[in-house]
């Protein structure tokens, strides 16, 4: 099993910034974030793909967000800048051991682990 936290969430203006941080149990192969929106689905926004230092975005997010993790420490963070309204949603980070859909990064499939979400609101 592995217990994962976010922190980090919180409500911005247009423009700003904010930096989340996923504390994990143990260390894990496979990282991401992702988020879910009122009313809808959830969806991939950052991970680490297969294989050392290589990562992928979701279009939406490309140029703004960056993720990056401390080994040492089983954490993963997602950098936010230049938010926008569109980026409101619940933020979870999610953490697996095998990657079952290892051409797809952001597949659900290949996170068994969830942590309970961190709130971002963007306000115009």
């Known amino acids: 099993q592995v217990q994962l936290v976010e922190s980090g969430g919180g409500s911005v203006q247009a423009g700003g910034s904010l930096r989340l941080r996923c504390a994990a149990s143990?260390?894990?192969?496979?990282r991401g974030w992702f988020r879910q929106a009122p009313g809808k689905g959830r969806e991939g926004v950052a991970s680490?793909?297969?294989?050392?230092?290589?990562?992928v975005y979701a279009d939406s997010v490309k140029g703004r967000f960056t993720i990056s993790q401390d080994n040492a420490n089983n954490t993963v963070f997602l950098q936010m800048n230049s938010l926008k309204p569109g980026d409101t949603a619940m933020y979870y980070c999610?953490?697996?051991?095998?990657?079952?859909?290892?051409?797809?990064?952001?597949?659900?499939?290949?996170?068994?682990?969830w942590g309970q979400g961190t709130q971002v609101t963007v306000s115009s």
């Open positions: 999610a953490a697996g051991d095998v990657w079952w859909s290892p051409s797809a990064p952001m597949a659900a499939s290949n996170y068994k682990y």
């Open positions: 143990r260390y894990t192969s496979n």
């Open positions: 680490f793909y297969p294989g050392p230092g290589r990562t």
